[in-house]
């Protein structure tokens, strides 16, 4: 019996990029490559998500140096939105969670795998 095996193209997930930037370091760079989920693909650098990365880091500065609780609502509410911008930029919460000690002279942020599985493609200019 002749026959060819293929894989169920229903379980593709593309990664689309969220914003614009430029990949320095692809970690995940032939087709084959076993990944998984959070493993880092790549290190990628956008003004955009940097100064969204800034503005929440100095939130959280200015929330733990209040002293007046309703400064503090008012810092939590807006450390909240913040926290969505990077969440709608392609963060996940342990890439947030780690802002506040990121360094002021680290410019990328990683692009993690959302889930396991093998590339079959790569479009990485």
Do not use: C, W
């Amino acid at each position: 019996m002749a026959g060819v095996i293929d894989d169920d193209d229903s379980r593709h997930r593309i990664l689309p990029a969220y914003i614009d930037g430029r990949i320095d370091k692809l970690f995940a760079n032939y087709m084959g490559a076993e990944v998984k989920e959070g493993q880092p693909l790549a290190t990628f650098y956008s003004p955009v998500l940097l100064q969204a990365e800034r503005e929440y880091g100095s939130l959280v500065k200015m929330k733990e140096s209040s002293a007046s609780p309703a400064l503090r609502r008012s810092q939590e509410q807006l450390l909240a939105g913040a926290a969505q911008r990077l969440r709608q930029l392609g963060l996940t919460e342990t890439q947030i969670q780690a802002i506040p000690g990121k360094g002021e002279t680290d410019l990328h942020s990683t692009i993690v795998a959302p889930i396991g599985g093998t590339i079959v493609g790569k479009d990485v200019h």
